[in-house]
Nanobody
Framework: QVQLVESGGGLVQAGGSLRLSCAAS????????MGWSRQAPGKERELVAY???????YYADSVKGRFTISRDNAKNTLYLQMNSLKPEDTAMYYC?????????????WGQGTQVTVSS
């Protein structure tokens, strides 16, 4: 069973930056698309970004131009560089393998890492 461990969250002021990491165990990392979602209290989960094996990317309109997703297959690690952060980016951020066709997770999301952006 694949295990995903997110890290890198924290408290940052609006306009600041954070880099999230997702360390994956198992060999699936090199054969599946990977993505990040977020969920704020009282709100639905939002797929923020995903990256395919070939490097193609998707971004939600809410983060386009500010967030960059990347992957290091040799290290089985997924990243999310978040710049120009806004208070509305405050949420728990999760990673998972992604079914691109349905834009839904293939398995379970990780345990998450909290991002809090103060105004």
């Amino acid at each position: 069973q694949v295990q995903l461990v997110e890290s890198g969250g924290g408290l940052v002021q609006a306009g600041g930056s954070l880099r999230l990491s997702c360390a994956a165990s198992g060999s699936i990392f090199s054969i599946n698309a990977m993505g990040w979602s977020r969920q704020a209290p009282g709100k639905e989960r939002e797929l923020v970004a995903y990256i395919s094996i070939g490097g193609s990317t998707y971004y939600a309109d809410s983060v386009k131009g500010r967030f960059t997703i990347s992957r290091d297959n040799a290290k089985n690690t997924l990243y999310l560089q978040m710049n120009s952060l806004k208070p509305e980016d405050t949420a728990m951020y999760y990673c998972a393998e992604i079914n691109i066709a349905t834009m839904s997770p293939l398995g379970s999301w990780g345990q998450g890492t909290q991002v809090t952006v103060s105004s």
